[in-house]
């Protein structure tokens, strides 16, 4: 698996909010796809499964968040 590209804020340079709100959704997406490979391993231990899964819902109210804020 090839690892994700991370625009780090010192090289972004001067943006527009929307822009940068866009890729940090992308990056966001990007970063449930890991969790989700993650999640097909079946590692069988509870604790990690539920800690997995917290992510995952957490992960994806700040990509909602994002989107909503780049959709104003």
């Known amino acids: 698996m090839r690892n994700a590209m991370v625009r780090m804020p010192e090289q972004q340079g001067a943006r527009e909010p929307a822009p ?5 959704v992308r990056q966001l997406e990007r970063a449930d796809l ?3 490979a993650v999640a097909h391993m079946e590692i069988e231990d ?5 800690s997995l899964n917290q992510l995952r819902t957490d992960l994806d ?8 804020l780049e959709a104003r």
């Open 46 to 50: 509870r604790a990690a499964g539920q």
């Open 61 to 68: 109210l700040l990509r909602r968040h994002l989107a909503r």
């Open 34 to 36: 890991y969790l989700a």
């Open 20 to 24: 940068v709100l866009r890729d940090a």
